[in-house]
T-cell receptor, first 111, second 112 residues
Framework: SQQGEEDPQALSIQEGENATMNCSYK?????LQWYRQNSGRGLVHLIL?????REKHSGRLRVTLDTSKKSSSLLITASRAADTASYFC???????????FGTGTRLKVLA | SQTIHQWPATLVQPVGSPLSLECTVE??????LYWYRQAAGRGLQLLFY??????ISSEVPQNLSASRPQDRQFILSSKKLLLSDSGFYLC???????????FGEGSRLTVL
């Protein structure tokens, strides 16, 4: 399977704490993206990092990319109850238009 | 602005019946189009993608098929559904160069 792996599979934290989730992938990529999915809904794009970038910030989100290890991490700072959702990484495979998704991390933020 | 519509939102079908899920995109031209399936509590499995009218790439050989009869229309079909076809089906589009994916709200299929 080409599917990437994410860990942890599930994460439960208190409001105000930081949440870190990791993603590993298998192929050479053009970019890596993170998405959020509320239960039973479509996915919403959060942030994109290109293969020649190492770190990117957007509001309370910080993404890192290590192409030598084929891994990425998503940090959500000062988490809120509204951040409760599943988070997925997706990679755009080099030379293709295929977006391959990871297995996801279910984040629960307790108020 | 661009929007994506996907329907039906929910359907319950008997084993052996046909399937047709439809997805249309508005406000953009020549999008790349995608069908994904998500099993309960799991990640997304890429089923089909298309970079142009009549051009379909299949990622998972099975009893599903896809067609793109118009630039902004993507249809997922089956002639005879299996129990294993149950799941949450998501349509998505991106600009031709590859950027972020924009998802529809999904179609939940239950095969009984």
């Amino acid at each position: 399977s080409q599917q990437g792996e994410e860990d942890p599979q599930a994460l439960s934290i208190q409001e105000g704490e930081n949440a870190t989730m990791n993603c590993s992938y298998k192929t050479s990529i053009n970019n890596l993206q993170w998405y959020r999915q509320n239960s039973g809904r479509g996915l919403v794009h959060l942030i994109l990092i290109r293969s020649n970038e190492r770190e990117k910030h957007s509001g309370r989100l910080r993404v890192t990319l290590d192409t030598s290890k084929k891994s990425s991490s998503l940090l959500i700072t000062a988490s809120r109850a509204a951040d409760t959702a599943s988070y997925f990484c997706a990679t755009l495979t080099s030379g293709t238009y295929k977006y391959i998704f990871g297995t996801g991390t279910r984040l629960k933020v307790l108020a | 602005s661009q929007t994506i519509h996907q329907w039906p939102a929910t359907l319950v079908q008997p084993v052996g019946s046909p399937l047709s899920l439809e997805c249309t995109v508005e406000g953009t031209s020549n999008p790349n189009l995608y069908w994904y399936r998500q099993a309960a509590g799991r990640g997304l499995q890429l089923l089909f993608y298309s970079v142009g009218i009549g051009q379909i790439s299949s990622e998972v050989p099975q009893n599903l098929s896809a067609s793109r009869p118009q630039d902004r229309q993507f249809i997922l079909s089956s002639k005879k559904l299996l129990l294993s076809d149950s799941g949450f089906y998501l349509c998505a589009w991106s600009v031709p160069g590859g950027g972020e994916l924009f998802f529809g709200e999904g179609s939940r299929l239950t095969v009984l």
